[in-house]
C-alpha cells in the first residue's frame, strides 16, 4: 500500500485530523487529540506505526513478517510497526488501522466518546485475523 491510500484510509476515520508535530519526517495522525498512527516518511522503508492490544501484537509478529515491534521511543508492547511496503494485504493494514483507531477511541473519556460520529463499519464483522 503507498502512504497516499494509507494517508486517505487514516483522514476517513471519524473525527480523525494529520499532524506533523515531530517534524516533516514524521505524518502523525490523530482522534480527540490523541495519536493511532504514525508514519515514518525517512528511510527507505515505508513502515507505520500502530497501536494494538498485546496479546494480539504478540500473535500478528509471529504469523507475518511485515509486523514487528514498534522501533522509536513507543512502548513496543501496545505498538507495532507495519510495514506498508513488504506484501501485506491492504485488507491486513486497513483492519489494523481500525483496530488502532478503536484502542485509542476506547482510551478516550466517555464525553469524548459521545461528541465523536458513529464508526462507519460493524465490529463484529471486524474480529481479529487470527
Same mark, same amino acid.
Given at each position: 500500500?503507498?502512504?497516499?491510500?494509507?494517508?486517505?484510509?487514516?483522514?476517513?476515520?471519524?473525527?480523525?485530523?494529520? !499532524?506533523?508535530?515531530? $517534524?516533516?519526517?514524521?505524518?502523525?495522525?490523530?482522534?480527540?487529540?490523541?495519536?493511532?498512527?504514525?508514519?515514518?516518511?525517512? $528511510?527507505?522503508?515505508?513502515?507505520?506505526?500502530?497501536?494494538? !492490544?498485546?496479546?494480539?501484537?504478540?500473535?500478528?509478529?509471529?504469523?507475518?513478517?511485515?509486523?514487528?515491534?514498534?522501533?522509536?521511543?513507543? /512502548?513496543?508492547?501496545?505498538? /507495532?510497526?507495519?510495514?506498508?511496503?513488504? $506484501?501485506?494485504?491492504?485488507?491486513?493494514?486497513?483492519?489494523?488501522?481500525?483496530?488502532?483507531?478503536?484502542?485509542?477511541?476506547? $482510551?478516550?473519556?466517555?464525553?469524548?466518546?459521545?461528541?465523536?460520529?458513529?464508526?462507519?463499519?460493524?465490529?463484529?464483522?471486524?474480529?481479529?485475523?487470527?
Amino acid at each position: 500500500m503507498d502512504i497516499e491510500r494509507f494517508r486517505e484510509a487514516c483522514l476517513a476515520l471519524p473525527a480523525a485530523v494529520e !499532524e506533523m508535530p515531530f $517534524g516533516d519526517d514524521v505524518l502523525t495522525l490523530k482522534v480527540a487529540g490523541k495519536c493511532f498512527a504514525f508514519v515514518s516518511l525517512r $528511510g527507505d522503508d515505508l513502515d507505520a506505526y500502530l497501536k494494538c !492490544e498485546p496479546e494480539y501484537a504478540l500473535q500478528l509478529r509471529a504469523h507475518y513478517e511485515a509486523i514487528t515491534p514498534a522501533r522509536s521511543h513507543l /512502548n513496543r508492547q501496545h505498538w /507495532n510497526s507495519v510495514y506498508l511496503d513488504r $506484501g501485506l494485504p491492504s485488507a491486513v493494514i486497513l483492519h489494523l488501522l481500525r483496530h488502532s483507531y478503536r484502542r485509542v477511541v476506547a $482510551g478516550l473519556t466517555r464525553s469524548q466518546r459521545a461528541q465523536l460520529p458513529p464508526l462507519p463499519w460493524d465490529e463484529e464483522l471486524d474480529s481479529p485475523l487470527l
